[in-house]
């Protein structure tokens, strides 16, 4: 997965709308399109500028955001004050990704795009996915990020975590480097810190034009 994801907002009330997409464009990898208050719109826009994700309410002047959803060939997240659990399954069972109740921080939504694109990284690894690969995409749509303590982590790969200050950005060679393992140890514990959320991976293109991973801490 290379360049920025972008994103479709689809909100009824235009001033919510530009805030959620100034949290977008917050997000490194993420650029937000101009919001759209109503369905038509929003299928004009899915059908013309092909955005990866969709940020869909519930309410819409024109239709149910959970009716438009059937109409969306795309990633959708559900962003909306329609908290009902009917609600909830009706917009999971018809596709959604993820659903997040209004009102919500920037961080809330960082976190879900942070995690949205895990998923796109994972599943773009290999051209035929196996199933341990599906079910670390999956896992890391949901990484249980709601603010409980995770999982409990060994400390070799406690100390690949600590090898990444705050604000940086490094290779596994360089990882590698810092903590004393190989090149190899480095990258299978920077997967799963990955997959957890605790760290971001950006892709750098050198002199030959292949693109380099880096790893940083994701902000909290």
Same mark, same amino acid.
């Given at each position: 997965?290379?360049?920025?994801?972008?994103?479709?907002?689809?909100?009824?009330?235009?001033?919510?709308?530009?805030?959620?997409?100034?949290?977008?464009?917050?997000?490194?990898?993420?650029?937000?399109?101009?919001?759209?208050?109503?369905?038509?719109?929003?299928?004009?826009?899915?059908?013309?500028?092909?955005?990866?994700?969709?940020?869909?309410?519930?309410?819409?002047?024109?239709?149910?955001?959970?009716?438009?959803?059937?109409?969306?060939?795309?990633?959708?997240?559900?962003?909306?004050? +329609?908290?009902?659990? &009917? @609600?909830?399954?009706?917009?999971? $069972?018809?596709? !959604?990704?993820? /659903? #997040?109740?209004?009102?919500? =921080?920037?961080?809330?939504?960082?976190?879900?795009?942070?995690?949205?694109?895990?998923?796109?990284?994972?599943?773009?690894?290999?051209?035929?996915?196996?199933?341990?690969?599906?079910?670390?995409?999956?896992?890391?749509?949901?990484?249980?990020?709601?603010?409980?303590?995770?999982?409990?982590?060994?400390?070799?790969?406690?100390?690949?975590?600590?090898?990444?200050?705050?604000?940086?950005?490094?290779? +596994?060679?360089?990882? &590698? @480097?810092?903590?004393?393992?190989? $090149?190899?140890? !480095?990258?299978? /514990? #920077?997967?799963?810190?990955? =997959?957890?959320?605790?760290?971001?991976?950006?892709?750098?293109?050198?002199?030959?034009?292949?693109?380099?991973?880096?790893?940083?801490?994701?902000?909290?």
């Amino acid at each position: 997965m290379s360049g920025e994801l972008q994103v479709l907002i689809v909100d009824d009330d235009f001033h919510v709308g530009r805030l959620h997409a100034g949290y977008v464009d917050a997000v490194p990898g993420f650029r937000a399109l101009p919001p759209v208050g109503s369905a038509e719109q929003a299928l004009r826009v899915v059908h013309g500028s092909g955005p990866d994700l969709v940020l869909l309410d519930v309410y819409l002047p024109d239709a149910l955001g959970l009716e438009l959803l059937r109409s969306l060939d795309v990633d959708v997240i559900m962003l909306t004050a +329609a908290a009902d659990s &009917a @609600s909830v399954r009706k917009a999971l $069972r018809r596709g !959604a990704l993820g /659903y #997040l109740i209004k009102p919500f =921080d920037a961080g809330q939504l960082a976190r879900k795009l942070r995690a949205y694109a895990r998923y796109r990284r994972l599943l773009a690894e290999k051209p035929v996915l196996d199933q341990d690969t599906l079910e670390r995409a999956l896992h890391a749509l949901h990484p249980g990020d709601g603010g409980g303590p995770g999982r409990a982590r060994s400390a070799t790969e406690t100390s690949v975590l600590e090898a990444l200050d705050p604000g940086e950005a490094l290779s +596994a060679s360089e990882v &590698a @480097s810092r903590v004393g393992i190989s $090149r190899a140890t !480095a990258q299978r /514990y #920077l997967s799963a810190l990955a =997959d957890d959320g605790a760290v971001d991976i950006q892709l750098r293109y050198g002199s030959t034009g292949r693109p380099e991973h880096r790893y940083g801490r994701a902000p909290r």
